[in-house]
Each structure stands twice: as C-alpha cells, then as structure tokens.
C-alpha cells in the first residue's frame, strides 16, 4: 500500500503538475465567470512555473542535500559496496533489449572505479522495478549485463532484483549482505539521494559508509546562477521537492532515523 500511496502521491504533487492543476482550475473559475478567482490562479501558475524554470531555487534545494553528507576518506580495505538502483532506462532496455543509463549514471561508474580499487569487495546492485502500473523489467537485469559487458568478475557481482524503494533497497540489501562485526561496506547512490538512503540503512540495521556519487550542483557561489537550459533548473526542482516529500514521509512512517539524517 505504501508503495502505491507514494507513486501516486508524488504524481499529484510534482511542480509541473502543480502548475497545470492551477491553470486548468484558473481556466475552469473563467468558464463559469469567476473572472478574478481565475485571473489570480493563473497568474500563480505562471508565477511559480517562471521561478522553478528561470531563478536558482533548484541549484540551492539540491545543494542542501547533497552538501549534508561530505564524500569520505576511504579506508584501505572493505568487505563490499552496495550500489543503489536508479541509473538505468528501464523502458528502454525492456523494449531495446540494451542497458541504457540515465542521469543517474555515475552510481554505475563510480561502483565499477572502487570494485577496480578493490579487488576483493563484493558487489551489491540493489534494484528492482518501481513500474506501477505497467509492466517492466527488474533494473537488475540491466545492470548485470552492463557490470558484466565492463569486465566486472561475475563471481563478485550479487544482485537484488525486488526492492522498488529506498527502504526496500536497505533491508534486502542487508539480507544479501550478512555484514559482520568490524567489516566496512560502502554505500553509492546520488549525492542528493544519500540522506535518505543513510536514514532507511540505519533504521535496517545496515552501518554504511557512504561514498556520494552523481553530484548534480556547483560548489560555492555558482550555486545561485541558474542554468541557460531552463528545463534543467526545472528538473532540479522537481528531484528536489520529490526527496524533501520523500524524508518527510519515510521518517513519519519510521522508515529512517532522522528527518534530514546526516553523516
């Protein structure tokens, strides 16, 4: 239930979808002669869709959350690194019959630089379908020819092919893992993912060792110049308010530890 309630709460609530609900309910106040009811929303559909889409309020949401927990020091050894699902089309591959990678790729690279650094580290993909209403592939499928395709040892490669959630993503993950008193395992995912994914591992019961990848904003002041590109800061809105909406839900539910949990 709580994976259907949340993809079709997020649908309702994404920013561009906001914006058309304001202005088809502005066109709506008009058609029955509500003239300045409809005037107001209009000019509030447009107000907000001129900010997501021209000022740096994208730039600075996503900076707070992949600021919150820093890249670590890597330690000379570790027992595995789970990698979190999120980097590949699955549409694409399903009716392709290839892996294709999104903008999330970096959660693949990154995983396939450290399993060179080290050799002996097992290798957990963590991804399942989170399709709800049509079907699709398990993101697994995907990954494993990509991993393989790249020269990764299929001795090391272990997948988990049912999570469709962060929290899913955690308590499978541990499964598979077994992870032992005083072994150190990395955890990849996007850097403005992490937070969340650090709060659902902690409530598992899975101490990680987070390594942000797939960072998506500038440091320092260039924070607050928006892209030429007005669909991208529209995009860093809508990844934005998705995991704001998402910290707040998982944390009411007891799905992590802390509403912003940090390093």
């Known amino acids: 239930m709580f994976f259907v309630l949340s993809k079709v709460g997020w649908y309702l609530v994404q920013p561009l979808v906001v914006v058309l609900l304001l202005l088809a309910l ?3 106040a008009v058609a029955v002669r509500r003239l300045r009811t409809g005037l107001a929303l209009g000019g509030l559909s447009f107000a907000i869709l001129a900010v997501v889409a ?45 892996p ?29 379908s989170a399709a709800l209403l049509a079907d699709d592939i398990a993101e697994s499928i995907p990954a494993r020819q990509l991993f393989l395709e790249l020269g990764l040892d299929p001795e090391r490669l272990v997948l988990e092919e049912a999570a469709r959630n962060t929290a899913e993503n955690a308590v499978l993950s541990r499964k598979i893992a077994d992870p032992q008193p005083g072994e ?40 607050w110049q928006p892209s030429s590109a007005s669909i991208r800061n529209v995009e860093k809105v809508h990844f934005s308010v998705r995991e704001y909406l998402g910290l707040a839900v998982y944390w009411m539910t007891g799905r992590t530890d802390a509403l912003f949990p940090s390093a």
Request: hydrophobic share 45%; glycine share 10%; proline share 8%.
């Open 54 to 98: 021209l000022s740096p309020l994208g730039l600075l949401m996503m900076s707070a959350l992949e600021e919150r927990i820093p890249r670590p020091d890597l330690p000379a050894e570790i027992a595995g690194i789970v990698v979190l699902g999120g980097s590949f089309d699955t549409r694409i591959a399903r009716t392709r019959g290839e």
């Open 26 to 28: 502005g066109l709506f």
């Open 184 to 223: 150190t395992w990395l955890l990849v995912t996007s850097a403005f993912h992490m937070p969340r994914a650090v709060g659902c591992f902690r409530v598992a019961g899975f101490d990680v060792l987070p390594y942000p990848v797939d960072y998506r904003t500038p440091s320092g002041s260039a924070v």
């Open 100 to 128: 294709e990678l999104n903008d999330a790729a970096d959660r693949v690279t990154a995983a396939l630089a450290l399993a060179r650094r080290y050799p002996e580290a097992r290798i957990i993909f963590s991804g399942g």
